[in-house]
């Protein structure tokens, strides 16, 4: 059974920058697309940043040219590096697999797919 666990979130000012990484076990983690995605409070899920299996990385408007995804695949790690944080980007952020279907489910598309438990980052003016 896939796992996938978050770390490296936290509290910093504007402008400040955070790494996060997303370690997976119990599935093919090099051979899958991977997302990183968000949930502010009160707001809706949304899809910062995914990954191809291959590399192609591809970014939200909201945080292209400040947010570089990548991932590891000898250690089966998903990384983000946030930089120049807004205190907009403040969430809870998940990692997930199958970008595809974790794209359908953060619009409530469907159900399932599998995510890590979320981290939070919290971004201060």
């Known amino acids: 059974e896939g796992q996938l666990v978050e770390s490296g979130g936290g509290s910093v000012q504007a402008g400040g920058s955070l790494r996060l990484s997303c370690a997976a076990s119990g599935f093919t983690f090099a051979a899958d697309d991977m997302g990183w995605y968000r949930r502010a409070p009160g707001n809706e899920c949304e899809l910062v940043s995914t990954i191809r299996s291959g590399g192609t990385p591809y970014y939200s408007d909201s945080v292209k040219g400040r947010f570089s995804i990548s991932h590891d695949n000898a250690k089966s790690t998903l990384y983000l590096q946030m930089s120049n944080l807004k205190p907009e980007d403040t969430g809870v952020y998940f990692c997930?697999?199958?970008?595809?279907?974790?794209?359908?489910?953060?619009?409530?598309?469907?159900?399932?797919?599998?995510w890590g438990p979320g981290i939070q980052v919290t971004v201060s003016s």
């Open positions: 997930a697999a199958d970008s595809y279907v974790a794209t359908l489910r953060c619009r409530g598309e469907t159900r399932g797919g599998l």
